[in-house]
């Protein structure tokens, strides 16, 4: 971006908060909901058909797919937490152990650097201990 632009957006960005306040007071400490919060977890059956082995027999099941997301999204950092957090969620519901999700992540550290595996790591451990309380 240039800094003409990045000026503008920031103005832009501004603006929109000051009339969000304007409007309702409250809104100056709104925060949205996670994005997992507003996305369920699909079933295994589901996330088989939509991206497992349904269209391709011999390819990369879902729990793989999901593994191989959540690689590429730890090496993301901070600006993926949300789907971190829900990959997580569907790698452990497509057949996912703690330890292989565990292992994924740690091998990206590597890639994204210690902040981010570190990040994904805490994330992951709060979506494991939830799905452990689901009785899964």
Request: aromatic fraction near 6%.
């Amino acid at each position: 971006m240039t800094e003409n632009f990045t000026k503008f957006f920031q103005q832009w960005v501004d603006a929109g908060q000051e009339m969000a306040k304007n409007v309702n007071p409250d809104l100056a400490s709104f925060k949205m909901p996670g994005l997992g919060d507003w996305m369920p977890t699909m079933p295994k059956d589901m996330m088989d058909a939509m991206m497992g082995k349904t269209f391709n027999p011999d390819g990369l099941s879902a729990k793989t797919r999901l593994l191989v997301t959540l690689a590429a999204l730890t090496v993301l950092g901070a600006q993926a937490e949300d789907q971190i957090t829900i990959t997580v969620r569907h790698a452990l519901e497509a057949g996912a152990s703690a330890q292989e999700v565990a292992e994924v992540i740690a091998m990206m550290s590597m890639f994204g650097g210690v902040p981010a595996m570190t990040k994904a790591m805490e994330l992951a451990q709060a979506e494991i201990e939830k799905h452990k309380g689901e009785g899964a």
